[in-house]
């Protein structure tokens, strides 16, 4: 019996302003959060440590930002203020 990727990868759809750099930002940060989700739980347990967890999510958080830094995407919003965090 296959395993369905669509049960262990789940992607929402976008609902944001349609750009072709939008649409791979928003594929990169739904992976980031299924990677993180996946270590938290290798943490919680018990298979990694709570050092190894944060190493690991933190060069997946420095990653996104290089793909959202590469694609362009800028840190204005629609209403005018700024993005802090990412």
Same mark, same amino acid.
């Given at each position: 019996?296959p395993? !369905?990727d !669509?049960?262990?990868?789940?992607? =929402?759809?976008?609902?944001?302003d349609?750009?072709?750099?939008n649409?791979?930002?928003?594929?990169?940060? /739904?992976?980031?959060? /299924?990677?993180?989700?996946?270590i938290?739980?290798?943490?919680t347990? $018990?298979?990694i =440590?709570?050092?190894?967890?944060?190493?690991q999510?933190?060069?997946?958080? #420095? /990653?996104? #930002?290089? =793909?959202?830094?590469?694609?362009?995407i800028? &840190? !204005?919003?629609?209403d $005018? =203020?700024? /993005? &802090?965090?990412?």
């Amino acid at each position: 019996m296959p395993i !369905d990727d !669509d049960f262990l990868y789940p992607r =929402s759809s976008y609902h944001g302003d349609f750009t072709p750099e939008n649409l791979v930002f928003n594929a990169n940060l /739904q992976e980031f959060a /299924q990677r993180v989700g996946i270590i938290c739980g290798l943490e919680t347990g $018990g298979k990694i =440590s709570s050092e190894e967890a944060y190493h690991q999510i933190r060069y997946l958080w #420095k /990653q996104l #930002k290089k =793909s959202k830094k590469a694609l362009g995407i800028s &840190e !204005d919003s629609e209403d $005018g =203020s700024t /993005q &802090e965090n990412i």
